[in-house]
């Protein structure tokens, strides 16, 4: 096959070019992942050498060689992993396939200010894109172990590169960087330089597990000892951040450091980051989990799911186990005894270290903005650690703009309030101005705000906190500590309710007096097991066509509409324009709720009418 000159995909050259002209103080991270790649690709070659032992691939001294030269201005990072096809070179150099691209690359653009464009690309992770900040040209040379030929890739970083077969490379991958010149104003140093490549590899690199040879040097530049195992009073802070960017791929450093240990029948090592900041594809379906799990140093996998449950799948780290099979597949593991402890312990050692950093106000409102959405789906799906959860969450209420927690909540509750009352909805604005909110607001009782999809789901399956009960201000009846409707204004509106109750129908499953308003007419409530609106119209958003769920119309006794169209009622119950009116009532308690209306053509069409009459 000859040599092609192939285009990037489209935001891959978008983010190239936004590399090459980005205005980065520190550029040494380049190498830095360039290590780790070549870090990962030895990894990787090791694991599958001892699964499959047919595999024709050299095994002997796997490590990273760093070449320099000073008069040609090229840097060589060259490993013997497990190297790349052609459509493996393609598919991770010539195309982004990561979730959220387009998104981070559209923030880009819109952002005016450095700082955050250096976030933005941080949160992403451009790995192998960063050699464009500090070379011209970048040629790669890689074969695949086990393969005959391999590959030759080159490109300016323009939006072009050329791609073609070679017959002599050696098992493994090599990224050549034609380097530019050195700039200090730019702070591009010279990276040709013995001296600076030391510095750098000591400062980012030490942890690497395989070691780091410079020129024709065998004794390594590196320590390779895992952080992991080491006792935490021997590591320092700045090498937990190096390693936590090693294994994340992030470029800011980590909110949380977690180093664990455990001896005994079964034993294993944890080291676990909690992040500064939420990566792009957290609520994505092809969202990747954090964890790396190793077997007595020997990486086993990425992205180990068996590891953590779903909704801490922000966490980063590695996890080392010394007495699992190296060649255990994820369905095993998904069932094994020993793993399943490991994952209870990491989960509760993540959440109590969640629970010591609740003590500093600042940290902990910084982590809830990036993760609190992800953390609250344990409350549906993590029943053993709902107690700890409910404890964690930060909610928005009525009592101020800042976010509670249930138990300040229940500190501040009235002495006659017996219930932690919250209500759900698409945004705050459309649930303050709801007209459930008016006997409550009216009492000084404090509601809870929950506008988070998730939140729809996770109240369905809480009953309580602290002995309180949760209780919807918008289902079933609620205890306002109010005397019960006076039996002679049941009496006087019963003809009007069941009228009512007939004529709408196909709209309400029953009409009846309210005891939650004080200024609005109507109001729309659902019974206390019924699926709320908004649910409702998630499910039919993911496909799942539902039955549909009749409320129920509750009308204020004292409202001068309410009480007018019961005069009315009474003087002429055949009047045609009470069945319109009665459509008017039940339309504006839907619309006050932020509902949808079946026929809002008609509705217009009734109200343009009756403002007609009025003139």
């Known amino acids: 096959m000859s040599s092609e000159t192939l285009e990037f995909q489209a935001e891959t050259r978008q983010l190239l070019q936004l590399m090459v002209h980005s205005i980065y103080s520190n550029k040494d991270i380049f190498l830095r992942e360039l290590i ?5 690709a030895l990894d990787k070659l090791r694991l599958e050498s001892l699964i499959d032992k047919d595999l024709e691939a050299d095994t002997s001294d796997l490590h990273i060689a760093l070449e320099v030269s000073a008069e040609d201005r090229t840097l060589t990072v060259r490993d013997n992993g497990i190297g790349m096809s052609r459509d493996d070179v393609v598919q991770l150099i010539g195309t982004i396939a990561k979730s959220g691209t387009a998104e981070m690359l559209r923030k ?12 933005l690309i941080g949160q992403f992770g451009v790995g192998f894109y960063s050699t464009f900040m500090v070379a011209d040209k970048v040629t790669l040379v890689t074969r695949r172990a086990g393969e005959k030929g391999g590959t030759r890739w080159e490109s300016a970083g323009e939006g072009t590169y050329e791609i073609e077969p070679v017959d002599d490379a050696p098992q493994g991958t090599s990224v050549t960087l034609h380097l530019k010149p050195e700039d200090t104003d730019d702070q591009l140093h010279d990276y040709a ?4 490549i030391r510095e750098i590899v000591k400062r980012y690199s030490d942890f690497i597990a395989w070691p780091i040879r410079l020129g024709d040097s065998d004794t390594p530049l590196n320590s390779m000892k895992a952080l992991w195992a080491r006792p935490r009073s021997e590591v320092s802070d700045e090498e937990y951040h190096e390693f936590y960017k090693h294994v994340s791929h992030d470029w800011t450093d980590p909110l949380e450091t977690i180093h664990m240990k455990a001896e005994g029948t079964f034993e294993y090592e944890a080291l676990l980051f909690i992040p500064s900041r939420a990566p792009f594809d957290l609520f994505m379906r092809e969202g990747k989990r954090g964890v790396q ?11 180990c799911e068996a590891l953590t449950p779903q909704y801490l799948r922000f966490v980063k780290g590695v996890v080392d186990a010394h007495d699992l099979s190296l060649n255990i597949s994820r369905e095993i593991l998904q069932q094994d005894r020993q793993i399943q402890v490991v994952r209870r312990r990491l989960v ?3 959440l109590s270290t969640l629970t010591e950093m609740r003590e500093s106000k600042e940290k902990y409102l910084g982590f809830w903005g990036e993760f609190g959405r992800a953390l609250k789906e344990g409350l549906i799906d993590d029943a053993d650690n709902r107690d700890a959860l409910l404890d964690l969450l930060l909610l928005p209420s009525t009592a101020s703009g800042e976010l509670t927690s249930l138990r300040d909540y229940v500190s501040r509750m009235k002495e006659d309030q017996k219930d932690i009352y919250y209500m759900t909805g698409e945004s705050r604005a459309m649930v303050e101005h709801s007209p459930h909110m008016e006997a409550f607001l009216a009492k000084g009782y404090e509601v ?3 506008t988070d999809p998730v939140d729809e789901v996770w109240v369905e399956r809480i009953t309580e906190f602290d002995g309180k009960q949760l209780q919807s201000i918008a289902k079933g009846q609620v205890d306002l500590g109010a005397t019960e409707t006076p039996a002679e204004q049941q009496e006087e509106f019963a003809p009007l309710l069941k009228w009512l109750g007939e004529k709408l129908q196909d709209d309400v499953k029953d009409v009846r007096l309210s005891s939650r308003l004080t200024t609005s007419a109507a109001c729309i409530v659902g019974d206390e097991h019924d699926i709320t609106p908004t649910l409702e119209k998630m499910y039919r958003a993911m496909g799942q066509e539902l039955p549909r769920t009749k409320r129920i119309l509750e009308l204020n006794p004292t409202h001068p509409l309410v009480t007018g169209l019961r ?5 002429a119950p055949d009047d045609e324009g009470l069945v319109e009116t009665a459509e008017l009532l039940h339309g504006v308690a839907l619309l006050a709720e932020g509902g949808e ?13 009756r403002l007609a009459r009025s003139l």
């Open 36 to 40: 780790s790649n070549a870090s990962d």
């Open 108 to 119: 880009m653009r819109e952002s005016k200010d450095a700082a955050a464009k250096q976030e």
């Open 193 to 196: 330089a013995d001296r600076k």
């Open 293 to 303: 799990l190793y077997v007595k140093r020997v990486f086993i996998m990425d992205d």
């Open 348 to 350: 509760k050692k993540v």
């Open 448 to 450: 809870l705000i929950l």
């Open 567 to 571: 005069s009315a009622f009474s003087a």
């Open 597 to 609: 209306l079946a026929d809002p053509a008609r509705f217009t069409r009734l109200v343009a009418d």
